[in-house]
């Protein structure tokens, strides 16, 4: 199974900025795209951003702007920098990989345990 770490969370106050990591280890050259999902308390997960080999990146409307996906394949890791950030961005901020190397994990999902942002007014 593939392992995903997230780190860089953290809490801020309003107009802060926060770079988060996703990091998946040896694997991390058949994983794509990455992507990075949110939840706030009683909410529903939402997607936040990703990056695709090939496609590019993709935004939230809500983030736009403000937040940039960069992946660093010498680094195994993809970051997200979060700039402006308001309390609407506080939640656990999880990551995504998609698995398409061919083979039995084609297709297959993984998921990080997730990284907590506060944003305070």
């Known amino acids: 199974e593939v392992q995903v770490l997230e780190s860089g969370g953290g809490s801020v106050q309003a107009g802060g900025s926060l770079t988060l990591s996703c990091a998946a280890g040896?694997?991390?050259?058949?994983?794509?795209?990455v992507s990075w999902y949110r939840q706030a308390p009683g909410k529903e997960r939402e997607f936040v951003s990703s990056?695709?080999?090939?496609?590019?990146?993709k935004y939230a409307d809500s983030v736009k702007g403000r937040f940039a996906i960069r992946r660093e394949n010498a680094e195994k890791t993809v970051y997200l920098q979060m700039n402006s950030l308001t309390p609407e961005d506080t939640a656990m901020y999880y990551c995504?990989?998609?698995?398409?190397?061919?083979?039995?994990?084609?297709?297959?999902?993984?998921w990080g345990q997730g990284t907590q942002v506060t944003v305070s007014s």
């Open positions: 990056i695709e080999e090939g496609t590019g990146t």
């Open positions: 040896e694997y991390f050259a058949c994983l794509s795209p």
């Open positions: 995504k990989v998609v698995w398409f190397c061919p083979g039995w994990w084609s297709g297959s999902i993984f």
